[in-house]
């Protein structure tokens, strides 16, 4: 009797840290599947909060810091480019280099702050201080909705593609010109070189021919001079008497 008790309160025992140890699986399961579902909306929701203004220009003396400092004052920034002037060339003032800057695009990190950032400044006056040459500027700023960050980054290397497959095509153009040039010189080397031998040969035909018409010329001049020598040898009495 005590032995089967006993089994009944080891089956017991054991029945009960089974079921704990189920409730505390499906607490944890519960937990976990909250926690992760609670990070993905986190994660969305810090997600959609972003915005981006777009600047489609940059007043002069402005860099990425510069430009920064000044949204910054509005909400918090996470994100600055800003596209280079490729016509203009960097200058040197001080131990700063000095660049010029065509567009650009600010990240707020809250979608509202971008909004009334775009309708606040969008076409007030820079200001500042009076001496920063950027003083009398204008601000352009567009809100771009639905537009991520993740899209400027595709676009910008989308551009550098077609930048670096018109580079390749323009110099694979300029070599080909270059080898045509090359060719045609070497051509006309070749050919001069011909023409100068052609001459050069016509030259010696003509030397030759010279010569030979000249010793034909001679040769007659003495056959002249030998009829004349003969005529000069007979006795012109003897002819007179002959024939007269």
Do not use: C
């Amino acid at each position: 009797m005590a032995e089967s008790v006993e089994k009944q309160f080891k089956s017991e025992k054991s029945e009960e840290k089974r079921l704990e140890s189920d409730a505390n699986d499906e607490e944890t399961n519960e937990t976990s599947q909250e926690s992760t579902s609670k990070a993905k909306k986190v994660l969305k929701v810090r997600s959609e909060k972003r915005g981006i203004v777009y600047l489609s220009y940059i007043p002069p003396g402005m860099n990425i810091q510069k430009v920064k400092d000044i949204f910054a004052e509005f909400g918090e920034v996470t994100n600055v480019y800003l596209e280079p002037d490729k016509r203009s060339v960097a200058t040197r003032k001080g131990r700063k280099i000095v660049r010029s800057f065509v567009e650009g695009w600010v990240e707020f990190r809250k979608k509202r702050i971008a909004k009334q950032v775009a309708e606040l400044l969008n076409g007030k006056q820079v200001g500042g201080k009076r001496k920063n040459p950027y003083y009398d500027s204008i601000w352009n700023i567009k809100y771009l909705h639905k537009f991520k960050w993740s899209h400027l980054r595709e676009q910008l290397v989308y551009e550098k593609a077609l930048r670096d497959q018109r580079l390749r095509f323009e110099i694979g153009q300029a070599k080909k010109e270059a080898n045509f040039y090359i060719n045609m010189h070497d051509e006309y080397k070749r050919r001069q070189k011909r023409r100068d031998k052609q001459d050069l040969s016509d030259s010696n035909f003509s030397e030759r021919d010279n010569y030979y018409r000249k010793r034909q010329r001679l040769t007659d001049e003495e056959i002249r001079r030998k009829k004349n020598e003969t005529i000069e040898g007979v006795d012109i009495e003897l002819l007179s008497k002959i024939f007269g």
